[in-house]
């Protein structure tokens, strides 16, 4: 395979040649026999409008899903929190505790967040990271260590798993 | 024409960027990720996963996920490096048929090239998913210190994905390209690249259209993983002497340690103390034991001195073997994550006596070097034209002597704007445009560029005559302020050759002056604001008197004309409270007496004049 690839020793060298290079007779031709300035710089004006109004179209896309997920750095620390009161249920239930992660559950989801599955699931590494694993190979029943979230859809944590069996 | 795509291919991430209307920008890849790790694997049916995926499923199987590779790139199978790195990885590797490595993947021997050609592959494909275009063209980039061998697999590499390698350039010439250094002509750069698992330093010398390499030193095994390690080590050591169990062997308290070190590690970069708490990290029979410290900067610094001092012995020994002096160094590049943490930058600015460049995020340099590199060559067939920016506002002076800014300062030219203004008293005759430059809030700090008077303007009650102003700055920054009074459609104009017609020093000045005043002058602008509100609300008030002559009760007026004169005896005060106080107290009984005649059935007022959109007759201090 290594043989089949040309190698130009001046595109690898250590001197890293900035400008594009370029025959000089073309270079020659163009600027000699250059037939209509002003189309060539009409057509350069053209493609900055057009590059222009393609970037605003894209500026726009852009947006659209920055304000989607713009409060994604709040929310996963609040998931923090939420990771905690979680862990004191298992350890201490109370019923304020309960309460308290039901309703911030119920605020996360008016967010566009939802808790990922993994009781029962298959293990998917889009959406679980497997943190620790039996030697077994078949292994893909899940335990889940910490939960994970998406976000309209988008994971912004992972499920942490153990895979067991 | 399609885009090149810039690539900076890394030992444990990746990036990548295009250009944009003439500026590089990071492209996401498909989990909405501006980096990507370069992490391969092969799942136990064949699936391939690359990325993060690859990654998530590393622990379940470990022989057959890939990572590091760029270690392994181009080397033969007997380097030293080769065998080191060979013990710390849990993949298998072999000699190949002409010395080269090896590695095992499923049931597959794979060449190096072949692995970061699946990284590639999926930067590709993520990028025209991203575009909505296909790429073809690539430019990626390679550690300077890579010899041929490792560059030609890079190329190869790229070559496999499917993609048309138009170069292979180094890291540290992307930083500088990213930086905008190629420009400087006989300068010597520094690039001190810490990243997660490498440390390299490089030397850099600028010439004409190319960037030579000069020196290249680093630690192919240090990097911010490294200050990870010792940050958990440091928690392991809290928590033995707070609850006497050591919790080193507990994979799952160990993995939230290293969550929380990272997490804390980045905090630390802005501030100085963070409390690193983790409930419930571990439970014996006593019941559950919470993990709870303050960690400080110092703290911090501490541990990570050694790992700090280290880079920068390297770094002196690089400058050394490249023949240059410390004073001969123009430029330092930090790249790398691990340059956000403060002590490094202090360290690097100590062993310089200069300030390193670190505005562009240290992640993504690179690959937005690797764009510009794109961009220079396209360059080539379509001239990249380079637009000037105003480097200060511009705009008129309104009533009470305020600045009122038409073009914002950092404009990209050629610009017009364009904005209704009216008059400031009523039958004004005409209209004085006061063109000024600066970024004070008040007209007379600012730079006076021209002055011209339109005249002519009908008699009008104050704020009706509509006076449009448009500022134009071409091409060649040439400034045309032109106003025009919609009703007559006159128009007077005037042109300013070379708007900055400032020097380097005075644009500094006055951007200093700007910001050294910027509280002395809010103040001053309030008070000019709230009097102008004061005289407008006078005028509307008296207005309102003659316009509706007995339709308003004669103790309304008396109440209404003794608030007015009020505000006229507040208004020569300087107390911004005191004029605010009385205006208040008038506005309170102009809207009572306002809403009653409404309630009559009489047309209401025409909408109060606005000072801020409106021109005196002339500055009255001049």
Redo the contacts between chains.
């Keep these: 395979?290594?043989d089949e690839?040309k190698?130009e020793?001046n595109?690898?060298s250590?001197?890293?040649?900035?400008?594009?290079q370029?025959p000089s007779e073309e270079r020659g031709s163009t600027e000699a026999s250059r037939p209509n300035v002003e189309e060539e710089y009409l057509n350069?004006w053209k493609?900055?409008r057009a590059?222009?109004l393609n970037?605003k179209k894209?500026e726009s896309r852009r947006m659209e899903e920055f304000v989607r997920?713009a409060n994604e750095d709040l929310i996963l620390e609040l998931i923090d929190i939420l990771d905690?009161m979680e862990?004191?249920l298992?350890?201490?239930p109370t019923e304020l505790l309960k309460k308290l992660s039901k309703d911030f559950e119920e605020l996360l989801k008016k967010y566009g967040v939802e808790k990922i599955k993994t009781e029962g699931e298959s293990?998917d590494?889009?959406l679980?990271?497997?943190?620790?694993?039996s030697e077994v190979?078949?292994?893909r029943l899940m335990e889940e260590?910490r939960p994970g979230y998406t976000m309209h859809g988008?994971?912004v944590r992972?499920a942490?798993v153990?895979?067991i069996k | 024409m399609s885009k090149i795509l810039g690539i900076d291919l890394g030992t444990t991430n990746s990036a990548m960027a295009i250009i944009e209307i003439g500026q590089p920008r990071i492209l996401e890849n498909k989990e909405g990720m501006r980096t990507t790790p370069s992490v391969v694997a092969m799942g136990k049916n064949g699936e391939r996963y690359v990325g993060v995926t690859a990654k998530r499923q590393a622990v379940t199987n470990p022989a057959n996920t890939i990572y590091s590779i760029k270690r392994l790139i181009g080397r033969r199978f007997s380097d030293a490096e080769v065998q080191k790195d060979k013990k710390l990885l849990p993949y298998e590797l072999r000699a190949g048929a002409h010395d080269d490595v090896e590695i095992k993947m499923g049931d597959k021997w794979l060449k190096p090239a072949e692995i970061s050609a699946m990284v590639l592959q999926k930067l590709k494909a993520d990028a025209e998913d991203r575009l909505g275009e296909k790429i073809t063209d690539a430019i990626i980039t390679v550690p300077a210190y890579f010899d041929d061998s490792q560059r030609k697999a890079t190329k190869d590499a790229g070559e496999i994905a499917g993609l048309n390698v138009k170069r292979v350039i180094n890291e540290p010439t992307a930083a500088a390209l990213a930086y905008g250094l190629n420009k400087k002509k006989d300068e010597k750069i520094v690039v001190y690249d810490f990243g997660g698992g490498t440390f390299d330093v490089s030397v850099l010398e600028i010439g004409d259209d190319t960037i030579e390499v000069r020196g290249t030193g680093g630690d192919t095994h240090l990097g911010g993983d490294d200050m990870d390690q010792k940050i958990i080590g440091y928690f392991i050591e809290e928590y033995k002497k707070e609850h006497g169990v050591d919790i080193s062997k507990d994979q799952l308290a160990v993995q939230r340690l290293k969550d929380a070190a990272e997490k804390a590690k980045h905090e630390l970069s802005s501030t100085m103390q963070t409390e690193v708490s983790i409930p419930f990290i571990s439970a014996d029979a006593s019941g559950a034991k919470h993990f709870s410290v303050i960690f400080t900067r110092a703290k911090l610094e501490e541990l990570v001195k050694d790992l700090v001092d280290k880079s920068i012995q390297l770094t002196k020994k690089t400058l050394d073997e490249s023949g240059f002096k410390i004073g001969d160094i123009n430029e330092i590049i930090m790249v790398g994550g691990q340059t956000r943490m403060p002590l490094i930058v202090e360290e690097v600015k100590k062993l310089f006596g200069k300030d390193p460049h670190k505005d562009i995020n240290p992640d993504e340099v690179v690959a937005l070097g690797a764009a510009v590199q794109g961009g220079i060559m396209q360059g080539e067939i379509r001239d990249v034209l380079l637009l000037d920016v105003t480097p200060l506002s511009l705009g008129i002076e309104t009533l009470g002597q305020v600045f009122t800014k038409m073009i914002e300062k950092n404009t990209t030219v050629p610009v017009s704007k364009s904005q209704i203004f009216s008059t400031a008293a009523d039958s004004q005759p005409s209209v004085e445009i006061h063109v000024l430059q600066g970024e004070r809030a008040m007209a007379h700090d600012n730079k006076t560029l021209g002055r011209f008077i339109l005249d002519g303007i009908p008699p009008a009650p104050r704020g009706i005559p509509q006076i449009e102003v448009s500022f134009d700055i071409d091409a060649n920054g040439i400034l045309n302020v032109k106003a025009k009074d919609k009703t007559t459609g006159k128009e007077r104009s005037v042109k300013i050759e070379g708007s900055s017609g400032l020097t380097e020093d005075e644009k500094k000045r006055m951007m200093a002056d700007a910001e050294k005043h910027a509280g002395e002058d809010a103040k001053k602008k309030e008070l000019v604001e709230i009097r102008n509100l004061g005289e407008t609300l006078v005028y509307t008030s008296e207005k309102m008197i003659k316009e509706n002559d007995g339709k308003i009760k004669e103790e309304d007026k008396k109440e209404l004309s003794e608030k007015a004169e009020a505000v006229k005896t507040s208004l020569k005060s300087e107390s911004v409270e005191e004029i605010k106080k009385a205006t208040e107290e008038l506005s309170k009984v102009a809207q009572r007496i306002g809403g009653e005649l409404y309630k009559n059935q009489t047309p209401p007022a025409d909408t109060p004049p606005n000072p801020e959109n409106e021109i005196p007759k002339e500055d009255p201090k001049e």
């Design positions: 395979m290594e690839t190698n020793p595109e690898t250590e001197i890293d040649k900035v400008k594009a370029r350069n493609r900055e590059d222009f970037y894209d997920y905690n862990l004191g298992k350890h201490e293990f590494p889009v679980h990271e497997a943190v620790e694993s190979p078949e292994a260590v988008k994971v992972p942490r153990k895979l």
